[in-house]
């Protein structure tokens, strides 16, 4: 048997360049699952539900893939952020992190329909903001860049220049956790290179 298709299911550009950048195109099948079913407090909880209730809806619709959900999240002084839903709640949360450290959450779900198995786990890396001024805040804001991610911020973008430190994996705080996507395929018997184009 072949080596089964590696599905992104995700709408993430970032997500879908890390892949490309260390040799997987992936095939994008976006899920579209409505978030707001679920309701969860703890933050990692909450991003690998996140995550298998995308992958499962997007396998649902193929036979022998790999299907890879994703799901991140901020969390300051323990408040869970999101996207921010309008350029105000962006710089009022701006205002928040500037000068302070959260914890960047992804969860990864991998499910493998030839071996019908799943995969679910999360990588944390923990982000210390830049102590940036208003206009800096409003200037950023205005890019529209944080609006489109999860905790407000691009590391990959104009976002990276208020980011003073990382303690963990980067590529985990743009969406996608590299080493941890090769160990979780290692777990299911495969060997990264052979994904690579």
């Excluded at 949360?93 to 500037?98: A, C, E, L, N, T």
């Excluded at 914890?103 to 890396?125: K, S």
């Excluded at 160990?183 to 060997?191: A, F, I, N, P, V």
């Amino acid at each position: 048997m072949g080596l089964p298709q590696f599905v992104l299911a995700s709408a993430s550009p970032a997500r879908r360049r890390l892949l490309q950048s260390a040799g997987i195109e992936p095939v994008v099948s976006v899920s579209d699952f409505d978030e707001s079913q679920v309701q969860l407090s703890d933050p990692v909880e909450l991003v690998q539900t996140l995550a298998l209730r995308k992958a499962e809806t997007v396998a649902g619709q193929l036979s022998d893939a790999l299907v890879l959900g994703c799901d991140s999240l901020l969390t300051v002084d323990s408040e869970i952020y999101g996207k921010p839903a309008s350029p105000e709640e962006a710089i009022a949360r701006w205002r928040h992190m500037r000068g302070n450290t959260g914890i960047l959450y992804t969860g990864h779900a991998l499910i493998d329909q030839p071996h019908q198995r799943t995969l679910v786990r999360c990588g944390m890396t923990k982000v210390e903001f830049a102590n940036v001024s208003d206009r800096q805040i409003e200037a950023y804001v205005a890019t529209g860049e944080p609006l489109k991610c999860a905790g407000c911020f691009a590391l990959e973008g104009r976002g990276g220049l208020f980011v003073e430190k990382l303690s963990g994996c980067h590529s985990n705080v743009i969406g996608l956790s590299l080493p941890l996507l090769r160990q979780m395929l290692s777990e299911l018997g495969y060997d990264i290179i052979d994904f690579w184009q």
